[in-house]
């Protein structure tokens, strides 16, 4: 039964309903790659293995009973540990809040076990889902930064500990971990899953997602968590049309990175054409960091203020240049997302998605940071769908490609991934 946690989550599902796999098992399973991985890799905050096999073999018993299964009866799924957890401690990756204990789940939490998941654990988040890095290691190479601030999920999936895990993104926080670390992750549109009962750092960003190991995995946990059908939907029966967007920050990205994208658009020139953003996206570059620096200094600062020995000189920092944001300033960065949005418009009528990096490169050497977002600045901002897919390599480390859909079109960016991920691997 071992060699079942490498799969996919819905290939896991195929099995445990075809009885040829126990949720037990399955966790079992899980368990013991944990036990022989993690110390190396840290991916885990808060495990409790006992609760999860308790868990599981409810799991089981509900299916030997004949009684009716959710969308991930018995398959477990780590949770970032922003995110409340009546049953386990909820940390938010800083000891000013070690021990914390919530009263009640998450919403989210409440609807993966009313769908049947097993909750195997909390795993790692950098300081208060910012930059303060955890203990977390990439997988793919222990020397390099799984990313942030969803680090444990990002490395927990792509290590095989768990097939499914939630990740939060107020800035690059899904997107950039899941590039570095070579999984799947999706940021879904902006409100698409319900925020109670996780650290809020910036209301008009903060964005709940995951990961997962394909397309289709992330359709199945996007349903479970939003509460929406989200099945990959058929596309037109012709080649994709992808535009190839060069972000105003691109000269930041590595050049190695550079390079690899545009390789891919010059192996696939009948599906990838570059096309410029309109020019009214020149001086974006500091919307997001606004928005974002002003609600930590709102949201954090009591915590700062309280705590202010065990929270660290970088966020002190940014709460200090948030509190710069004059109102003005926030309302006018806020003003500006529609309009951006609207100017997209071009772009969706005359291509299925946009093709842009994940991240500035592959995941930098050193742990005592988490890397640039600089990447997903603009697509959080804009509270669009995206997803970073597995794609590239740069000396044999993961390079994440990002697809961006239009708001409310997520099944059908999860099907573009999909669809991209065969035809781009394959040329």
């Not at 927990?156 to 800035?171: M, R």
């Not at 696939?268 to 606004?290: C, H, K, M, W």
């Not at 794609?391 to 669809?419: N, T």
Request: proline share 7%.
């Amino acid at each position: 039964m071992k060699d079942f946690y490498p799969l996919t989550a819905t290939a896991l599902r195929t099995e445990l309903n075809a009885g040829r796999l126990s949720s037990v098992d399955l966790v079992t399973a899980c368990l013991s790659r944990i036990a022989e991985r993690d110390d190396a890799i840290g991916a885990w905050a808060q495990l409790e293995p006992e609760l999860a096999l308790a868990e599981a073999r409810a799991a089981d018993a509900a299916r030997a009973a004949g009684k009716s299964l959710g969308a991930l009866h018995g398959i477990p799924v780590g949770i970032k540990d922003i995110i409340d957890t009546a049953d386990l401690p909820t940390e938010y990756g800083t000891p000013a809040f070690a021990g914390r204990r919530p009263t009640a789940d998450a919403e989210v939490v409440r609807r993966l076990k009313a769908a049947g998941a097993v909750i195997l654990g909390k795993t790692v988040t950098t300081e208060l889902a910012f930059y303060g890095p955890g203990k977390t290691r990439n997988p793919a190479d222990l020397e390099r930064t799984p990313g942030g601030s969803s680090s444990g999920s990002a490395a927990a999936v792509a290590d095989f500990h768990v097939p499914l895990a939630l990740g939060s993104q107020t800035a690059g926080s899904i997107i950039r971990p899941a590039s570095y670390c070579g999984v799947f992750g999706f940021k879904p549109t902006f409100g698409a899953v319900p925020l109670q009962g996780v650290l809020a750092q910036s209301a008009p960003l903060d964005t709940l997602g995951g990961y997962a190991r394909s397309a289709a995995d992330l359709a199945l946990l996007t349903a479970v968590l939003s509460g929406q059908s989200c099945e990959l939907q058929p596309l037109p029966d012709r080649p994709l049309r992808l535009a190839f967007v060069k972000t105003p920050i691109w000269p930041q990205g590595d050049s190695a990175m550079r390079d690899a994208f545009e390789r891919l658009a010059l192996r696939n020139p009948t599906l990838i054409t570059e096309v410029a953003l309109p020019s009214v996206f020149d001086d974006t570059g500091g919307l997001q960091r606004a928005v974002q620096f002003h609600d930590i200094a709102a949201n954090y600062g009591g915590i700062i203020e309280k705590h202010g020995s065990l929270i660290s000189a970088k966020l002190k920092e940014v709460a200090a240049e948030g509190r710069m944001v004059s109102t003005a300033d926030y309302e006018a960065a806020l003003a500006r997302r529609d309009p951006l949005y609207r100017a997209l418009a071009p772009i969706f009528a005359d291509f299925d998605a946009i093709l842009t990096p994940a991240s500035q490169g592959v995941a930098p050497l050193g742990l005592s940071a988490t890397g640039s977002p600089m990447f997903n600045f603009l697509w959080t901002y804009l509270g669009v769908p995206a997803v970073s897919v597995p794609l590239l390599q740069v000396e044999r480390l993961p390079l994440g490609v990002q697809f961006i859909g239009r708001r409310g079109d997520d099944a059908r960016l999860l099907a573009i991934a999909d669809a991209a991920m065969c035809s781009l691997k394959s040329s």
